[in-house]
């Protein structure tokens, strides 16, 4: 009886990551909606761009990633998930990189203010809810619970307003 109840909680245990991963929200890599501030990002440049080894894109323009503040949780999650460490753990890394002349991409304290900052600054790229898209940006990149895509996935988003 004991192993068969220490089966069931194995089985059980084994589908919890799965089932708290299913309810964090997509995460929009976000461009500016207007033509002349957009840029374009590939999904395999993301990780590229947010470490500052791709300081310009295809045409010449530099490029300014945004992020949100070190404690919010989409930061966490994007930084887990497209740049495999914590922001805690990239502190030495952009120590140094200050004595080579790059500066860490710029950071804001809300999802609000990255849509405004992405919306009005040329060449500029940041990431949010996908829920939270508005006409002043565009998405160009998901990130799910699993997996980074160029495709928007299907989103279920709550309509009530916090």
Not at 53 to 78: C, E, I, Q, T, V
Not at 123 to 139: N, T
């Amino acid at each position: 009886m004991r192993f068969y109840l220490l089966s069931i909680w194995i089985i059980v245990a084994g589908f919890l990551p799965g089932l708290a991963l299913a309810d964090e929200p997509v995460i929009a890599v976000i461009v500016s909606a207007q033509a002349a501030y957009t840029v374009p990002v590939a999904t395999n440049d993301l990780a590229s761009v947010y470490w500052r080894k791709k300081l310009y894109d295809n045409h010449g323009k530099p490029l300014h990633p945004a992020n949100l503040s070190s404690d919010h949780p989409l930061r966490l999650r994007f930084s887990q998930q497209v740049l495999h460490s914590s922001p805690r753990s990239q502190v030495g890394y952009w120590n140094e990189q200050y004595f080579h002349g790059i500066q860490p991409p710029y950071t804001v304290e809300s999802q609000e203010a990255m849509i405004r900052y992405v919306a009005y600054t040329e060449s500029a790229i940041g990431y949010i809810d996908a829920c939270k898209v508005d006409e002043r940006v565009k998405p160009v990149i998901w990130v799910t619970a699993n997996k980074i895509l160029g495709e928007a996935p299907a989103l279920r988003c709550s309509t009530a307003t916090p």
